[in-house]
């Protein structure tokens, strides 16, 4: 059984920075794992992911360069670094994970609850 559990949503202004952490158990049964976020109104998009074994990384266009993906394999733990935060960023953020790499950017098995983020103008 693989768990998430994120924390370090809130509110901040435009142009600043927070960071998301998201901890997992049962790591060892998944490839990587990722965020996505959903908008009000919005379909669920893909963000960010990276992969346990040799930290390799994929970005969504919208937030390469001011996001940042990082992994601590002693803590079973994945971040989400973001910075120049625009009010276009506003959404619940999900940490997510798969066994599958081709899985994890599309339809991870596996999600957190996930934490609220919003940024005001």
């Known amino acids: 059984q693989v768990q998430l559990v994120e924390s370090g949503g809130g509110l901040v202004q435009a142009g600043g920075s927070l960071r998301l952490s998201c901890v997992t158990s049962g790591r060892t049964f998944t490839y990587g794992a990722g965020w996505f976020r959903q908008a009000p109104g919005k379909e669920r998009e893909f963000v960010a992911a990276i992969s346990w074994s040799l930290g390799s990384t994929d970005y969504d266009d919208s937030v390469k360069g001011r996001f940042t993906i990082s992994r601590d394999n002693a803590k079973n733990t994945v971040y989400l670094q973001m910075n120049s935060l625009k009010p276009e960023d506003t959404a619940v953020y999900y940490c997510?994970?798969?066994?599958?790499?081709?899985?994890?950017?599309?339809?991870?098995?596996?999600w957190g609850q996930g934490t609220q983020v919003t940024v005001s103008s």
């Open positions: 997510a994970a798969d066994a599958l790499r081709s899985r994890l950017r599309v339809a991870p098995a596996y």
